[in-house]
């Protein structure tokens, strides 16, 4: 049975609604909660089983009306008794609250896919009676999927901190990723802004997945050593008198190999993730660079998410410096207490280059300018800090510094390093090498020459990478990026 908070927080009985209603409410319950990344797991069909999971992507989120869907998101429930104010399932807000049953669930996740409408499930779930009642829900959920109904497609699944160890070990095993969310960059603004929860109660889990993965991974890898061992074994003899099997005159007493079962079942195979709250509470774009760098190195993630906060319900509960945290900074990302998508979107620039890149996060920003630029591209950033590092001369620079050039990624560095050794490159041949060039210009030479018509000056590179055009078409296209970002709606 559903329940409804109260202006004193008391829960009270709320009549039973219809299936639709439930899955319009836990449908938009979630759509804060960022699951739209590529699944990271290969796992081809089964016979007697439905669904697979494809490495090259699960990259839709949205809706169960049938458009442009690959995961169906939803919580279990949105009841939740925590209060974390920028959240909006928080027991204070009055909104109706709902809770699927665990058969309803896998039923409705069985339908979906029937119809074609998803290829797997991200699911998670508000805190009523405590974590470990919440988890055993969706564990329960999650085993009719995986042992009744064979399903075989991607699910990830956000845990809940303070669940106890050995559910978390059992969810692992029923999903593709399993998540914790850090919520916010520092101890200090979890405290103020999410008193129930601790950053204990999210590290430790994270630190348990970690092992269990590179626990899960070694058992394979020792399972198909045992398999390969049995396939050379067949190929010989199995007694002590032949060499060679079929060359025994005692070849009836020789004993079959035995049959290798038990293939390990993975914990996690695609790994986990978390997400943290942007603009919520007053940490630098440095420091929520340097804890995720941290959480990177410490736990081995997959993806840090980072979501823009988006003001819901009473929104006066949250300020930019919160009562009770010290701290403030200029930061050009806040206009009016109201977080821009275009600080998200830098911040998830500047995550690329720390992990495909090679950049640490001191090069990308330091104490004395602690955040980044909204007109201006983090690589570009770095650039125009560094401007004693170039111009670089494209038929000589090697390919690490040919990545450090705005505009330069991996493809278009090995295709410059694999032209220059038949003929040299100037601006025309680089163009037709499909080297984009409106930020590579201000940053290369080709054959020695600088590109006519610029200067190679600080004020005149900027100037020229964050024109009144290009400034106007950035918000523009973060106008854009605000109105693609709002999620569809399931009716």
């Not at 829960?11 to 219809?18: E, F, I, N, Q």
């Not at 920028?86 to 665990?102: K, V, W």
């Not at 669930?105 to 699911?123: K, M, P, S, T």
Request: with cysteine; proline share 5%; hydrophobic share 40%.
């Amino acid at each position: 049975m559903a329940a409804a908070a109260t202006a004193t927080g008391a829960r009270v009985s709320a009549p039973r609604m219809g299936l639709e209603r439930k899955l319009e409410i836990l449908t938009g319950a979630a759509k804060y909660d960022a699951a739209c990344t590529s699944s990271g797991v290969n796992r081809s069909a089964l016979p007697g089983q439905l669904g697979s999971a494809c490495s090259g992507g699960i990259c839709h989120s949205f809706a169960a009306d049938g458009r442009c869907i690959a995961l169906l998101k939803v919580l279990m429930s949105n009841d939740c008794s925590y209060n974390c104010a920028y959240c909006t399932n928080r027991a204070s807000l009055d909104q109706p609250r709902t809770s699927f049953e665990p058969r309803e669930l896998a039923d409705l996740v069985i339908e979906f896919y029937r119809r074609n409408f998803i290829e797997g499930l991200f699911v998670s779930s508000g805190v009523l009676q405590g974590p470990d009642e919440a988890s055993l829900r969706m564990i329960a959920s999650l085993s009719i999927l995986r042992h009744e109904y064979g399903f075989n497609g991607y699910i990830h699944a956000k845990g809940i901190p303070g669940t106890s160890p050995d559910l978390i070990e059992e969810l692992g095993h029923l999903v593709d990723r399993l998540s914790f969310n850090v919520e916010l960059p520092s101890t200090a603004s979890l405290a103020a802004l999410a008193p129930d929860k601790s950053m204990g109660d999210i590290l430790s889990p994270m630190a348990q997945i970690r092992d269990s993965v590179g626990a899960s991974s070694a058992n394979l890898l020792e399972w198909k050593g045992r398999r390969e061992s049995r396939r050379e074994l067949t190929t010989r003899a199995l007694c002590a008198s032949c060499d060679v099997r079929g060359t025994c005159a005692g070849l009836d007493a020789c004993q079959p190999a035995a049959k290798l079962t038990g293939r390990p079942t993975r914990f996690a195979p695609a790994g986990q993730a978390t997400q943290m709250i942007i603009g919520a509470s007053p940490e630098s774009d440095l420091e929520i660079l340097r804890a995720s760098s941290a959480l990177y190195e410490q736990f081995k993630l997959k993806r840090v998410f980072y979501s823009a906060y988006v003001p819901v319900g009473d929104s006066s509960i949250i300020r930019h410096n919160p009562a009770g945290m010290e701290g403030t900074h200029d930061n050009p990302h806040v206009q009016n207490g109201v977080v821009p998508l275009l600080r998200e979107h830098r911040l998830y620039q500047s995550d690329w280059l720390l992990r495909n890149y090679g950049f640490g996060v001191d090069e990308i920003l330091t104490p004395d300018a602690p955040f980044l630029d909204p007109l201006l591209d983090p690589k570009c950033l770095w650039a125009l800090r560094n401007l004693e590092r170039f111009p670089v001369e494209v038929n000589r620079a090697s390919l690490d510094e040919l990545l450090r050039v705005p505009g330069i990624g991996p493809t278009g560095a090995r295709k410059i390093v694999r032209a220059r050794r038949s003929s040299s490159l100037g601006f025309d041949e680089l163009k037709a090498l499909r080297i984009v060039l409106k930020r590579a210009r201000w940053f290369i030479t080709a054959r020695g020459k600088y590109a006519d018509g610029l200067k190679f000056e600080h004020g005149a590179i900027y100037q020229g990478l964050t024109s009144d055009e290009a400034r106007k078409k950035s918000f523009r296209d973060v106008r854009k990026l605000e109105e693609a970002s709002r999620q569809l709606s399931l009716f």
